[in-house]
């Protein structure tokens, strides 16, 4: 823990201390991070040291006992070697646990990892057991992995095993949060729809957004709000949303709400001026259709890819119909995302991606997206759709969280309809 320092709670905010942290967060026992520097504790007496490998983004601040300082006093007293790396540990781990019939499986998958990284490719074992020969200088490479394995005690994987098992399904209080947090997102996407007018920038569409996320109390966003008219739309992780004018455009929306840790991630893409035009209303219905597909295989113990495969194969067909391509297999080009992720207390959860298990949220995204430019009719040009919902998959079936706000054609022209508080809202002129 940072110490308490009142002079320093004056600038920054409150600290806990170790007193309140074992109060208000119910820890049985907590150090000061002075005290953790002076810790007596010989780490490489125990079986296993479960940790997450550390990223290279934590600075030395001024203090003497900040995060930086901690992680160097950890690294000492665990022996951490220089040069570990987690990725290495995991395939010397891999290497261990394979058998004859599977090691040259094994060795083909090592090169998918040691290709993209040059100082993986420098490890000697790692790179002989992929270019081995034969099985027999593959044991032989094995058995000089589990000396090195060994060696210390240091494990980075174990702990993100469990923590994909633990976040993969959600416990009744955690629903009760992440329910909160994608029904607020879904109100937020009615409000705009009722507010959206022509003549709104992305910023400010972001903005209702967002107001509607503070006005119920969630603390952030789960992630940078994306809003993209017409073919910024087409941009997957288009930020920047500084269109001033939306126009005549379909507008993108994908933003979610984080309330008490949990985030939701909501899609809706409407037209600005309340009307979807014939050429805009055929791409959303072979999207729409996609999404229903895709919910519909999501149901416990279908494999987590089941999602993505329905709404895959509609897309395709939907697209082959329309002409704007010949071969399924060029569906890739303006679908080029998967369909799924798990959701929780991170937008991109963890999870195991084993066959899917009631009690898990997930969301449910296809999109369409036709870059000016691209190979096909004109008429399509600039149209980037994307439908996403929030689904709890149960024993009973999938259950669409998001549901409160409308996805049909027609419900959202309807509630487009509807009149808006911001209709009202008018701030002086500043020219
Ligand atoms: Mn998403």
């Known amino acids: 823990m940072q110490e308490r320092d009142p002079l320093a709670e004056q600038w920054n905010g409150k600290r806990l201390g170790v007193e309140g942290v074992k109060k208000e967060l119910g820890f049985d026992m907590a150090f000061n991070g002075s005290e953790f520097m002076n810790l007596n504790i010989d780490f490489t007496s125990f079986d296993k040291v479960s940790f997450f490998d550390f990223n290279n983004d934590v600075r030395d601040k001024r203090g003497d006992a900040d995060l930086f300082d901690l992680i160097r006093s950890f690294k000492i007293k665990a022996e951490y070697p220089a040069d570990y790396s987690a990725t290495k540990q995991q395939l010397y781990t891999r290497i261990q646990s394979t058998d ?3 090691s040259a499986n094994v060795a083909q998958t090592l090169g998918r990892y040691l290709n993209y990284d040059a100082k993986l490719k420098e490890d000697e074992l790692l790179s002989g057991f992929m270019n081995a020969k034969d099985d027999a200088i593959r044991s032989e490479i094995k058995q000089k992995v589990s000396l090195k394995l ?3 005690n240091l494990d980075s994987s174990m702990i993100s095993e469990i923590m994909s098992t633990l976040r993969e399904t959600k ?3 955690e629903m009760v949060l ?3 947090a994608v029904e607020i997102s879904a109100v937020g996407q009615v409000e705009v729809m009722k507010a959206m007018h022509p003549n709104m920038s992305e910023t400010e569409i972001q903005g209702v957004h967002e107001y509607v996320y503070k006005k119920y109390g969630a603390e952030y966003e789960g992630y940078p709000s994306i809003v993209g008219g017409g073919n910024n739309g087409c941009i997957l992780h288009y930020i920047e949303n500084n269109k001033t004018q939306v126009g005549n455009d379909l507008v993108l929306m994908d933003l979610g709400a984080e309330y008490h840790g949990y985030t939701a991630d909501v899609t809706r893409t409407i037209p600005a001026n309340g009307k979807f035009s014939p050429e805009q209303k055929q791409i959303y219905d072979i999207v729409y259709d996609a999404q229903e597909a895709g919910i519909k295989a999501s149901t ?3 494999p987590f890819q089941a999602p993505g495969s329905a709404s895959s194969e509609v897309i395709a067909e939907g697209l082959m119909k329309l ?4 071969e399924a297999k060029e569906a890739r080009t303006y679908f080029p995302h998967g369909t799924s992720h798990y959701l929780g207390l991170d937008v991109h959860d963890k999870g195991t991606y084993g066959p899917f298990q009631a009690n898990t949220v997930i969301t449910v995204e ?3 997206y036709i870059p000016e430019g ?3 009719d004109k008429k399509w040009w600039g149209i980037a759709v994307r439908i996403e919902d929030d689904i709890l998959i149960t024993d009973n079936g999938p259950v669409n969280l998001s549901a409160g706000a409308p996805r049909t054609t027609e419900a959202i022209e309807a509630v487009m309809k509807q009149p808006s508080p911001l209709d009202d809202f008018v701030l002086p002129n500043l020219d």
């Open 100 to 102: 004859v019939e599977n």
């Open 300 to 302: 416990v113990g279908a």
């Open 171 to 173: 416990t009744e209080e």
């Open 366 to 368: 296809p999109g369409i």
């Open 374 to 376: 691209s190979d096909c």
């Open 323 to 326: 002409g704007i391509i010949k």
């Open 150 to 152: 060994k060696a210390n």
């Open 178 to 180: 992440l329910k909160k």
